[in-house]
């Protein structure tokens, strides 16, 4: 049972451009939720969080926006830079993040010149 | 500030056999957590601790694996016997009072 789910396995954007990044979720019990930005043969870093009190999130280049009506949140990135090519993780979390984190299969974005 | 550590970074064993994975988290994070990775699904828990005492561990396959913190400081992951559905990456984090984790590089255990 899937309760994050990130539908796009990769995106492509160009330099310049803003990526979006989708991720839905079944449990109505998730109260806060992170993206996660991950480069080959590292661990995930974090790069910015949203509570279920808010709608938007913003952090320099990233901004995430979260719809609870629709279990549905999105992290933009603009402007895109190559740097940004990596693998995106949405996670959710209950009980205002001390509970566990439940982690999509991750969005792979790559940003070409 | 020190991230959080790992070792080994990778490791290959034959299925039967045992290995052990090592973590030190960020100073002053109580809570540390273990996670498998599995190629292309996103990490999975397999337990949570508080300082030195287990808060879940419902997804640890107990007949096989163990995780102890014994000082509240770093933790070992341990697998004995490995099968091959054990490769996976091994990922550990630790929290901070913002209920943020921040996680190490991993260990890629690759089990022939």
């Known amino acids: 049972d899937q309760q994050v789910k990130q539908n796009s396995p990769s995106l492509s954007v160009q330099e310049g451009r803003i990526s979006i990044l989708n991720c839905d979720y079944t449990n109505s019990m998730f109260d806060y939720f992170l993206w996660y930005k991950k480069y080959p043969a590292e661990g995930p870093t974090f790069l910015i969080s949203i509570s279920s009190i808010k709608d938007k999130n913003e952090d320099g280049r990233f901004t995430v926006f979260l719809n609870k009506s629709a279990k549905h949140l999105s992290l933009h990135i603009v402007p895109s830079q190559p740097g940004d090519s990596a693998v995106y993780f949405c996670?959710?979390?209950?009980?205002?993040?001390?509970?566990?984190?439940?982690f999509g299969a991750g969005t792979r974005l790559a940003v070409h010149p | 500030e020190a991230g959080v550590a790992q070792s080994p970074r990778y490791k290959i064993i034959e299925k039967r056999q045992s290995v052990a994975f090592w973590c030190n988290p960020i100073s002053g994070h109580a809570t540390l957590y273990w996670y498998q990775q599995i190629l292309g699904q996103g990490p999975k828990l397999l337990i949570q601790?508080?300082?030195?005492?287990?808060?879940?561990d419902s997804q640890l396959p107990k007949d096989r694996f163990s995780a102890e913190r014994l000082k509240g400081v770093d933790s070992t992951l341990k697998i004995q016997p490995a099968k091959l559905e054990d490769s996976a990456v091994y990922l550990c984090a630790s929290r901070n009072t913002l209920n943020e984790q921040f996680f190490g590089p991993g260990t890629r255990l690759t089990v022939l």
């Open positions: 601790f508080q300082n030195n005492g287990v808060v879940d």
């Open positions: 996670a959710a979390s209950a009980n205002g993040g001390y509970n566990k984190l439940i």
